[in-house]
């Protein structure tokens, strides 16, 4: 198995092509060796549940690995990522749910990852993604994003957060996302919107 769209990110973030290698992280990889895995990841990797039984870690995937909380650049590990073909950015929020936009109007996205927690290599967890379907990275797996699917449901959630007085949220990001709202959160909402 090769990991392709960790191979685009680590070019991307500049890792040369190189020799290859068998990467316990990326499988067959394009990237020369860095070295046996416990030496590049260390004694706190925590996903090696994800890693394959290979010795040894490409030269890309330690690059995407490496980084501590406030060197520069800052650990991947920190920061949200997309990646085109040719681009790589790291956005903050706002820029995640712009980029959600681009691949639902068909531009390439083909990498993805929200670093929910910071702590986690939530890239771990995306997939190659197409403009029918995004496998955007997360702290606890992949989240599937069809956009001919999902589309009427970002809407939904876009008006919910949208305040219909124009003064603020009515309801907030977390009841959003338990679906429990507080009664007069519910009433200002429906009564403002037209539905009492």
Same mark, same amino acid.
């Given at each position: 198995?090769? *990991? ?6 680590? #070019?991307? *973030?500049?890792?040369?092509?190189? &020799?290859g ?15 046996? *895995? ?5 004694? %706190? ?5 994800m ?5 040894a ?8 690995m490496?980084?501590r909380?406030?060197?520069?650049? /800052?650990p991947?590990?920190?920061? %949200? ?11 903050d929020?706002?820029g995640?749910?712009a ?8 531009e390439?996205?083909r990498? $993805? ?5 910071r ?5 771990l #967890? ?5 403009s029918q379907r $995004? $496998?955007?990275?997360s ?7 069809? /956009? ?6 970002v ?5 919910l957060?949208?305040s /219909?007085t ?7 990001? &977390?009841?959003i ?10 009433m ?6 037209? *539905?009492?």
């Amino acid at each position: 198995m090769s *990991r392709r769209e960790l191979h685009l990110l680590a #070019r991307l *973030r500049g890792t040369d092509i190189g &020799a290859g290698s068998t990467c316990c992280v990326c499988g067959e990889s394009p990237f020369e060796s860095a070295g046996k *895995r416990k030496a590049v990841l260390g004694s %706190n990797f925590t996903d090696l549940g994800m890693l394959s039984p290979d010795p040894a870690v490409c030269s890309g995937c330690a690059g995407l690995m490496a980084g501590r909380p406030g060197s520069t650049p /800052p650990p991947l590990r920190t920061m %949200n990522v997309a990646a085109g073909d040719r681009w790589v950015d790291y956005p903050d929020r706002s820029g995640l749910h712009a980029d959600l936009m681009r691949a639902m109007d068909g531009e390439a996205i083909r990498f $993805l990852s929200w670093a929910t927690s910071r702590k986690k290599h939530h890239w771990l #967890r995306a997939g190659w993604s197409t403009s029918q379907r $995004l $496998l955007i990275g997360s702290d606890d797996g992949a989240i599937e994003f069809v /956009p001919s699917r999902d589309e009427a449901l970002v809407h939904a959630v876009q008006a919910l957060l949208i305040s /219909p007085t124009g003064t603020g949220t009515t309801l907030s990001r &977390a009841s959003i996302r338990s679906g429990e709202y507080h009664p007069t959160a519910v009433m200002k909402f429906g009564v403002t919107d037209g *539905r009492s």
